[in-house]
């Protein structure tokens, strides 16, 4: 009796979700969570995930975890959710690789700082600088204020804090002996600028 009911409400749910769930907008938290089994793809394995903890208390540490909407409890409300994505796939969490040049570096005002990212990442924003995504990689471009750079880089999957140093770059000042300056084979030059 419980498999003809389970396989009635499934059938049930996967109607509803032909005939209205095309029209729903999904974040990807929503969709993540949808894909109980984390495979990638939302289908019949995650539906029966699901039914089989109807009515139990999982933890929220719990893997796979059928408590899809997070309310304590896996109940008709979960399986709903996951019925209204089958057939959707979800894409894997983007994770920061490197940085180039590498993190404690010192740059100068208008240096350029690459990030890798194992994928391409969405909705890119920084606190300094401009961001420009390409592919897998992130551009930063300055001008960056002189001093200390905590460079904070949030995509939808992460947030990642990059520490430099941005120099002045040096300003010539004066050269002992002065331009023009007649000099022997020995003679020493020195310049000077602002700073090193």
Not at 42 to 51: C, E, G, H, W, Y
Not at 67 to 83: F, P, S, Y
Not at 113 to 130: E, K, R, S
Request: glycine content about 6%.
């Amino acid at each position: 009796m419980r498999k003809i009911t389970f396989l009635f409400l499934t059938t049930c749910l996967i109607l509803t979700h032909l005939t209205v769930g095309y029209t729903q907008e999904t974040d990807l938290e929503t969709l993540r969570a949808s894909d109980v089994n984390a495979d990638g793809v939302i289908n019949i394995l995650d539906l029966t995930l699901v039914a089989a903890h109807l009515g139990t208390t999982p933890t929220a540490d719990q893997t796979p975890n059928p408590d899809v909407n997070g309310d304590g409890t896996v109940n008709i409300l979960d399986l709903t959710r996951v019925a209204s994505h089958v057939g959707k796939t979800v894409p894997p969490p983007v994770i920061f690789v490197s940085a180039n040049p590498a993190i404690g570096s010192q740059l100068t005002l208008n240096d350029t700082i690459t990030l890798t990212f194992d994928n391409m990442p969405d909705d890119v924003t920084v606190n300094a600088g401009t961001a420009t995504v390409t592919d897998k990689t992130v551009k930063i471009t300055g001008p960056f204020n002189a001093g200390r750079l905590t460079l904070t880089i949030t995509w939808t999957d992460g947030t990642q804090t990059l520490d430099y140093t941005i120099r002045t770059p040096a300003a010539f000042l004066s050269a002992n002996p002065a331009a023009n300056a007649k000099l022997t084979v020995d003679d020493t030059i020195t310049l000077t600028f602002d700073n090193p």
